[in-house]
């Protein structure tokens, strides 16, 4: 099949795909769209099952960070890169520099940065091989402390800012005894795991790896629950913080909660589900504008800011989705549909 004909294919302006046999790599790189500036998306490193299943989330996720970076009125486009493999087991320092090599065949038209699997200093080892990297060096971090370049701080405390402001829309509370399944508990989920604990919330997690489950049981009195038995629980907000598409046909059913708000990108296996969840009352904040907050921190490193300026863009998460929330509610359109139609008149226009 070819991949105009793929079903996430979206006018996508370019997808490439590399192979180097001596360091075992397998890569896709992915540009959605350049209208507002070079495309930023980060390099993720996963088991995936087989190569379609890499070209399926690559072509979603370089789409949403389009999105994503209109939402944020960022002056940049969407791009991704995908490498196939378990970064547990088959990552190397001589992959990462090929890989770094693949993002310098691109000319300037991707710029890479952190995602799952991939930590600093593997971005650090591209870098040997490109200079279109990011998120490797920081001037600024929202919180004032020490910055190393690495955006998921700033990624988690945008995602723990849009959902509290998610809370307080729907289930006019605070946090406070809130009971929250946070699904996922790599370098993003982890740390909105320790924001909603030290805001009081009652916490219920799942990761695929069991030794970070035991951590957030350890420290913040988490209830621990099976991956597969997640979106069964008791809670009032989901917070998916792992792969896309958890919220499909076959779970869509089985989640009570009330609020849906996590860190994961293309949380609907399909858009026409917001809808559905609009019809169950189900309040949804689209997760490329509450996960916004790493694109935000590297955009801020690249220019001249400050901290404040940064966490006052990233702290904007909350009243961006305030707005979608309330012409959803007016226009009784899903929230999902409301922000698709918001970026596309910034990003398709220019």
Known sequence: MSVFDHKEFDNHEQVAFFSDKQTGLQAIIAVHNTNLGPSLGGCRMWPYADS?????????????????AAMAQLKLGGGKAVILGDPRKHKSPEMMRAMGRFVEQMGGRYITAEDSGIAVSDIKLMGESTQHISGVSAKYRYDGGEADGNPAPSTAF???????????YALKTDLKG????VQGLGHVGYRLAKHLHEHGAKLFVTDIYEDSIARAVEEFGAVAV?????????????????????????TIERISAK???????????????????????????????????????????????TAEAMRAHIEGIADTLLEIYTRSEQ????????SNSIAEERFLTE
């Open 52 to 68: 379609a299943e890499a070209l399926n989330d690559v072509l979603r996720l370089s789409r949403g960070m389009t999105y994503k």
């Open 158 to 168: 945008g995602v723990f800012t849009g959902l509290k402001a998610s809370v307080e």
């Open 178 to 181: 809130v009971r929250v399944a």
């Open 226 to 250: 099976a991956p597969r038995d997640i979106f069964d629980a008791e809670v009032d907000v989901y917070a998916p913080c792992a792969m896309g598409a958890s919220i499909n046909h076959n």
């Open 259 to 305: 609020v849906i708000a996590g860190a994961a990108n293309n949380q609907l296996a399909e858009e026409s589900l917001g809808e559905v969840l609009r019809q169950k009352g189900v309040l949804y904040a689209p997760d490329y504008v509450i996960n916004a907050g790493g694109v935000i921190d590297i955009y801020h490193q690249r220019m001249l800011s």
């Open 331 to 338: 226009n009784q359109q899903p929230t999902n549909v409301v």
